[in-house]
């Protein structure tokens, strides 16, 4: 793969770490969504989750396990079966359809050009949940795609810190 100047040889990925994070974002998103349910300006970190790693290890992570962690999160809401499959089936296919592009940008540079995934999934979201009868979110829910694209360059920080250390750190050796 050719790499931009000045940009970091990674180590793989460990599939623990990625399965790992996968889940602690689902129980997360089912943790703020107990209760009186989700706010429409919440963001959703499963989906960035599942945008990073189909972004970056797209070969692992693809569209079956995003319609997989849809259903598990449908179940626990008590959602309507597939609303949250559907959004993140078609948030992971838009993932894997520009990662190779949006590897190529700075991580500040991504956070705005994954804006229009997330959006586009919440936008499926709400679509299927009035179709189906659910009243409308209000105005509030435009933030939530906003806000996750804003915590993008953290998520990328935290999800990449296992891949950036050396497995022998060796002052002679410069990888």
Same mark, same amino acid.
């Given at each position: ?7 970091? /040889? /990674? ?10 994070? @996968?889940?602690?974002? @689902? ?8 209760? *009186?349910?989700?706010a429409?300006w ?6 960035l *989750? ?8 797209p ?6 396990? %995003?319609? &997989?962690f ?10 309507m079966?597939?609303?949250?499959? /559907? ?7 838009l ?12 991580v ?5 050009? &994954? #804006?229009? @995934? ?7 979201e709400?679509?299927?949940r009035?179709l ?7 105005f509030?829910? @435009? #933030? %939530?795609?906003?806000?996750?694209? #804003? /915590?993008?360059? #953290? &998520? ?11 497995p022998?750190?060796?002052a002679?050796?410069?990888?």
């Amino acid at each position: 793969m050719i790499m931009r100047p000045g940009h970091q /040889l /990674l180590l793989p990925a460990n599939p623990f770490f990625i399965w790992v994070s @996968l889940i602690l974002a @689902l129980s997360l998103n089912m943790v703020l969504s107990m209760g *009186a349910g989700r706010a429409a300006w919440m963001p959703d970190f499963l989906a960035l *989750a599942l945008v990073f790693w189909s972004i970056h290890q797209p070969q692992r992570i693809g569209i079956g396990t %995003a319609f &997989v962690f849809g259903i598990f999160f449908d179940v626990h809401q008590g959602a309507m079966l597939g609303q949250h499959a /559907l959004a993140y089936t078609v948030l992971s296919f838009l993932a894997i359809a520009i990662h190779r592009r949006l590897l190529w940008f700075a991580v500040p540079s991504q956070a705005f050009q &994954v #804006l229009p @995934l997330f959006a586009a999934s919440h936008a499926i979201e709400w679509v299927v949940r009035m179709l189906a009868g659910g009243t409308f979110p209000g105005f509030l829910m @435009l #933030l %939530a795609p906003a806000l996750e694209s #804003l /915590l993008w360059p #953290l &998520v990328s920080v935290l999800f990449l810190l296992p891949q950036r250390k050396a497995p022998d750190p060796d002052a002679n050796r410069p990888l």
